[in-house]
């Protein structure tokens, strides 16, 4: 399996966006891959969510990491969350 690592300006944005590492990891594994600017990836996955982000009830959430291949691993450069209150 291909490791995957984490910026740490990736860090601060899954933080702030409320996406876990966990999600991030399954997203790249499972989800659509895209290309994004300068020769990167991006991977968008959706997940069933049925909760409360920003005083507002989302019933689904979609984590899309942007990574960039070096040395035989991915590392993950930024993530961004998207929230739906229906589910598409």
Do not use: C
């Not at 040395?71 to 961004?80: A, C, E």
Request: net charge positive; aromatic share 12%; charged share 30%.
């Amino acid at each position: 399996m291909i490791e995957i690592t984490f910026s740490s300006h990736a860090l601060i944005q899954m933080k702030e966006r409320g996406a876990s590492a966990d999600e991030v990891r399954e997203a790249i594994l499972k989800g659509e891959k895209t290309p994004a600017k300068k020769g990167r990836d991006a991977y968008r996955l959706n997940f069933q969510y049925d909760k409360i982000w920003g005083e507002r009830h989302y019933a689904l959430k979609q984590v899309m990491p942007v990574v960039k291949e070096e040395s035989g691993r991915l590392i993950v450069i930024t993530v961004y969350v998207f929230y739906f209150w229906e589910v598409l």
